[in-house]
């Protein structure tokens, strides 16, 4: 297997596994579980490893794609630069869940705000996991590129201006 297809493997757990943390903490929160919010730290931990090996494997599949078809830099490049801001977000988010996860097994008193700390960082690593996957996407999926409705429709002559002289 090559860098492309390891990319493939393991760039989908870092978004799924903060959705699913994230439901897990609020439920956790609403039930008032420790071993729910337990596991929620638990996933965005293990999505934070999972985002280091896409990172780790990124520039590779980079190569292979690179110069491929309706494949340009451009596009790359925003997918890279927001996969970077995931990272660093998810990351934080991962040593926040370790803190939250010592300070919860000892029953600490400042657990709680560490858990309210971590579900606000969880909301912003689903916006920008949302816009890593959106990018990640149009890599080799034109069909969802926002320039491609417009292509489209000039191609087939909508939206041209007629002449009623």
Do not use: C
């Not at 860098?3 to 903060?18: E, K, M, Q, R, Y």
């Not at 816009?131 to 041209?160: D, F, K, L, P």
């Amino acid at each position: 297997m090559n860098d492309a297809h390891w990319h493939l493997v393991v760039n989908h757990f870092p978004i799924i596994g903060t959705i699913f943390g994230m439901g897990i903490l609020i439920a956790g929160l609403f039930l008032k579980n420790k071993t729910s919010i337990n596991t929620a730290y638990i996933l965005f931990i293990v999505a934070a490893l999972f985002a280091f090996a896409s990172m780790s494997t990124g520039e590779g599949a980079e190569e292979m794609v690179e110069n491929l078809p309706n494949v340009g830099d451009q596009i790359i490049h925003e997918h890279e630069e927001m996969a970077e801001k995931l990272a660093i977000v998810l990351y934080i988010l991962g040593g926040f869940s370790i803190i939250g996860l010592i300070l919860n097994i000892k029953n600490h008193s400042k657990a709680k705000w560490i858990t309210y700390l971590v579900l606000l960082m969880s909301l912003a690593a689903a916006f920008f996991g949302k816009q890593t996957g959106t990018t990640g996407g149009e890599v080799r999926h034109t069909e969802i590129r926002t320039n491609v409705v417009n292509q489209v429709g000039a191609s087939q002559g909508e939206g041209a201006v007629e002449d009623d002289d």
